[in-house]
């Protein structure tokens, strides 16, 4: 391991654990499902939130998390403090692997200021100590696009093959993976120069489909319809045509869905088959509600968009009020370091990627970077919004940030010589 890899992992893992001890644990609103998920698979009751017979199969979520969950607690009760660890130890790996990322990024100091930036991210580092699926959905991610990248270069389809399995996992951790499996394929595909890019590629989906495979024939089993991963997922959409809530108050919007007819028909929901129906009842009412206002549901849109890539990370610090409002509130200490947030760790790594995009286009490492900020983007076009979504694709924001540094350096560089010119 070289120096900066291993320095990169130790400031990561120092500041995940420094906050670990400071904040503890924490849990988001799918932790307790999870955590029974997790119990039921450990003492053999099999994927159920069942506490006792029947044991009704469960197909609301995908089954990764909560294997990872029963693999780390055992048959006894969770352990969150150890869920964070071993989640600190995956997340700070993923800080390294920013390194190997930027191969074609030419200044070595840009490419270890991109993965420090990813070691004392406020999310990222708040995430590895949630019991949620982001930690080991951002870790599973990025050793599949290391190993794709790894197994292009080498021409080596064995490594191609368990970079698709390692994909597979992801899918099965958030479905949301099967993008960017697809993003992985095209670009194989379009790896001109090198040889069996077909190949490379095709084993690459056949691992990815032997992973997932056994799981969606037992989610089609036991619903008489195809589900490949988990079933419910349109909530994801049907929220947000539903324009006359507040997008950006997740407490009121949860209240309003509890009464909805769609959220009162999927929580009442027990069995698949039933879970299925309302699935599809969740589909109907949307477009109806997009069909109802299409003008307001875009300016919807338009207003919560933004908070997908940007944010001032107060969650983090304990402050759940809004910029405005806490400036509004004089606080100013407060605000002047949630803005500052906002800059450093939002504004700065979006622009500047922005600007990197062309140039990290031309190596198939960037490429694949490019390629799934991209795909992150617009399929969370119509969906419902959360920063925390855009987290597994943050490392690859920094990596095209990394080129768009270089960029930018290498034309102030240009404008010195030209003025040097000019001068003389």
């Known amino acids: 391991m070289s120096p900066s890899l291993l320095a990169v992992f130790l400031l990561a893992m120092v500041v995940r654990f420094a906050f670990l001890a400071i904040a503890g644990p924490h849990t988001g609103g799918d932790s ?35 294997a990872f969950l029963a693999l780390i607690t055992g048959r006894g009760p969770a352990h969150p403090y150890r869920i964070a660890a071993v989640q600190i130890l995956l997340d700070s790996a993923v800080a390294a692997a920013i390194l190997l990322l930027t191969p074609a990024v030419p200044m070595n100091s840009v490419r270890i200021a991109a993965a420090a930036i990813y070691a004392i991210h406020p999310a990222a580092v708040a995430a590895s100590s949630t019991l949620l699926s982001e930690a080991l959905f951002t870790f599973l991610v990025a050793c599949s696009a290391l190993s794709v990248i790894t197994a292009r270069r080498a021409d080596r389809p064995a490594l191609s093959i368990i970079a698709g399995v390692v994909m597979g996992l992801a ?44 799981w969606t024939i037992r989610c089609t089993a036991v619903t008489g319809r195809v589900v490949i991963a988990q079933a419910a997922g349109i909530t994801n959409w049907y929220l947000p045509t539903r324009w006359d809530w507040n997008q950006n108050d997740q407490e009121s919007l949860w209240r309003e869905f509890a009464k909805d007819p769609y959220g009162q028909r999927l929580n009442a929901a ?13 589909t109907e009412q949307a477009i109806r509600n997009v069909k109802a206002n299409p003008r307001a549901y875009l300016v919807s849109r338009i207003r919560t968009y933004p908070h997908l890539f940007l944010s001032t990370f107060g969650g983090t610090i304990g402050v759940e009020q809004t910029l405005g409002t806490v400036f509004a509130q004089r606080r100013f200490g407060t605000a002047a370091l949630m803005g500052g947030f906002l800059i450093v760790f939002s504004l700065l790594p979006i ?42 694709v943050l490392p690859y924001e920094l990596a095209l940030a990394a080129s768009g540094v270089c960029v930018l350096r290498d034309l102030a560089d240009r404008r010195g010589v030209e003025r040097k010119q000019e001068g003389s």
């Not at 899918?171 to 670009?187: H, S, T």
């Open 32 to 66: 307790a499902e999870y955590v029974t998920l997790a119990h039921n698979i450990a003492i053999h009751n099999g994927y159920t939130l069942s506490t006792a017979t029947p044991f009704i199969p469960m197909v609301r979520r995908a089954p990764a998390y909560p």
């Open 171 to 214: 899918i099965l951790c958030r479905p949301i993976a099967m993008v960017y499996a697809a993003c992985a394929v095209v670009v194989l595909l379009a790896w001109r120069g090198k040889p069996r890019a077909l190949g490379h590629a095709a084993a690459f989906l056949a691992g990815c489909a032997l992973t997932v495979l056994p």
């Open 270 to 282: 027990r069995t698949p088959a039933e879970i299925v129906a309302a699935s599809g009842f969740g």
């Open 351 to 392: 622009a500047a990627a922005a600007v990197g995009l062309p140039r990290a286009l031309r190596d198939p490492a960037g490429a694949l970077c490019a390629a799934m900020v991209m795909a992150t983007l617009l399929v969370h076009l119509p969906m419902w919004i959360e920063y925390r979504y855009w987290l597994p």
